[in-house]
């Protein structure tokens, strides 16, 4: 069956950029009318959507981040990836990839754990 | 922005029991609201989808009513492995929002 399979550095410092990949394993990234998303937990806190993306390109984001944020998909490694640029503390959350279709989110990642601090 | 407002925040309930959450949105979604559970340190799983649509692989003993603005989750019952925070969504409108969670706790 398909898996989610989140990645990326757990540390970032101030202003710099959060880079995260997805990987898609058991399934083709292109097929299907699904859309690839990434979602944020703060610590002890409730889930904020970032955005997503279909794998022809188009994009919606979040508009509390969207100046911040890009989310791509690269088909010929089967992966997703979300860039979030000028972090700051506020940032430091659990960063889940999920697949999007038709109205909810059928399928996560384990997530991954990203601290902002110098 | 919709946004979803559950009740209660926090449950402790013993097994056995009913248990009842409400989602209350602040606009009109239709059927478009979703259920997720989440267990400590995993990430959140589908329930139910457009509001009573039990999603595969979940147990009978969940499940969703409502449309509009008001939404419930009803888990008849509880068993020990429900302890969890369950979490409301919705997808009519972006951004997609969630609800603030409600955590229950088994006694």
């Known amino acids: 069956q398909v898996q989610l399979q989140d990645s990326g550095p757990g540390l970032v410092k101030p202003s710099q950029t959060l880079s995260l990949t997805c990987t898609v394993s058991?399934?083709?990234?292109?097929?299907?009318?699904?859309?690839w998303s990434w979602i944020r937990q703060h610590p002890g806190k409730g889930l904020e959507w970032i955005g997503y993306?279909?794998?022809?390109?188009?994009?919606y984001y979040s508009p509390s981040l969207k100046s911040r944020v890009t989310i791509s998909v690269d088909t010929s490694k089967n992966q997703f990836s979300l860039k979030l640029t000028s972090v700051t503390a506020a940032d430091t959350a659990v960063y889940y990839c999920?697949?999007?279709?038709?109205?909810?989110?059928?399928?996560w990642g384990r997530g991954t754990l990203v601290t902002v601090s110098s | 922005e919709v946004v979803l407002t559950q009740s209660p925040d926090f449950q402790s309930v013993t097994p056995k029991e009913k248990v009842t959450i409400t989602c209350r949105a602040s606009?009109?979604?239709?059927?478009?609201l979703h259920w997720y559970q989440q267990k400590p340190d995993q990430s959140p799983k589908l329930l139910i989808k457009?509001?009573?649509q039990s999603f595969s692989g979940v147990p009978s003993r969940f499940s969703g009513s409502g449309s509009g603005t008001d939404f419930t989750l009803t888990i008849n019952s509880l068993e020990a492995e429900d302890a969890a925070t369950y979490y409301c969504?919705?997808?009519?409108?972006?951004?997609?929002?969630f609800g603030q969670g409600t955590k229950l706790e088994i006694k």
């Open positions: 993306s279909y794998h022809s390109g188009s994009t």
């Open positions: 606009q009109s979604i239709g059927s478009s």
């Open positions: 457009f509001a009573s």
């Open positions: 969504h919705q997808s009519s409108s972006l951004p997609q929002t």
């Open positions: 058991g399934g083709s990234i292109s097929s299907g009318a699904y859309y």
């Open positions: 999920a697949r999007y279709v038709t109205g909810n989110f059928d399928l």
